[in-house]
């Protein structure tokens, strides 16, 4: 089966467009919005191409989804809502599309590398490019939204931290630290923290995903915030089985928002992967 899909508006909905087995599916000048999933979700396509497509999800919430799909070959591994997904489609062309307000951007696995090229990405929660096998990521502009911090006191008695208003963190979400004086004893500056018992308003932290509260020992001094700790683009390669995976970024544009409520990365797991002018 092959399809093509031009200058459409799908919106409010799943999965934007779903694909399974098909010949060169093509979309093109296509504004998906509003999805709860994915945007674009294809499985075992041959050269599926998505070019100029303007990807907006949302709303945002950390901790809300499901997962969207297990990878056949990392059965540990699962993609939140996401901007683009290709699964097993080989030949893949991710290309001059904008995608915004996704948990994920784009998540990708096939033994035939997808192209991700000059794309607009707004890594607005988590993962500009979640990657389970080899990719060509060139000439990209990747952008993380801004979100703000808050300011907080700490309870060193309880372990307990309140925010000044509503934060909106899940049990699960990074965060990090900074004060005007000094920070309580036991967290440490620019740390990424794990939040667990949230509430709307107080948290404490743990040191690992689920793990223990952290022994606050006093209130410290000065003026704290707490910010999120955020996956600018997360490069995950890892190399399973022998396969010895080699990725290629090259040109890309990465564009971080320092001392904001960010605290921005890159992250590569890969044998080998060529960096060359980003």
């Known amino acids: 089966l092959q399809i093509s899909i031009t200058d459409c508006n799908l ?33 075992n396509c041959e050269t599926p191409v ?10 945002v919430v950390p901790g ?24 097993n489609s080989n030949g893949c062309v991710i290309q ?22 000059s794309n607009w990405i707004r890594a607005d929660v988590k993962n500009g490019i979640h990657s389970y ?18 300011t907080i006191t700490v309870d060193d008695t309880t372990d307990v931290i309140t925010a000044s208003s509503a934060h909106g963190y899940a049990d699960g979400e990074e965060v990090f630290f900074w004060t005007s004086g000094t920070l309580p004893t036991n967290i440490s500056i ?11 308003t107080t948290f404490k932290i743990s040191t690992s995903s689920g793990g223990g509260a952290v022994d606050i020992a006093s ?29 290629v970024i090259r040109g890309n544009n990465f564009q971080f928002n320092g001392g904001g409520g960010f605290y921005n990365f ?7 992967p060529s960096v060359d002018g980003s």
């Open 11 to 43: 919106n409010t909905c799943d999965i934007g467009l779903t694909t399974f087995s098909c010949f060169q599916p093509f979309v093109r000048g296509t504004a998906i919005a509003y999805f709860s999933v994915a945007g674009i979700y294809d499985q």
């Open 133 to 150: 096998g080899p990719l060509r990521v060139d000439s990209n502009t990747f952008e993380p939204a801004y979100i703000a911090p808050y």
């Open 190 to 200: 620019y740390t990424r923290y794990f939040v667990i018992n949230s509430t709307s």
């Open 219 to 247: 209130a410290g001094s000065g003026t704290h915030s707490v910010g999120i700790c955020r996956r600018h683009v997360l490069y995950d390669i890892p190399n399973e089985g022998g396969l010895g995976y080699l990725g």
């Open 266 to 272: 890159v992250e590569i797991n890969t044998l080998g």
């Open 64 to 87: 809300t989804f499901q997962p969207l799909m297990n990878t056949p070959r990392r059965n540990s591994a699962t993609v939140l809502q996401a901007g683009i997904v290709t699964l």
């Open 96 to 117: 001059n599309n904008k995608i915004k307000n996704t948990y994920t951007c784009v998540a990708a696995e096939a033994d035939d590398p997808p192209v991700i090229k």
């Open 50 to 59: 998505y070019d100029k497509n303007d990807i907006v999800g949302g709303p």
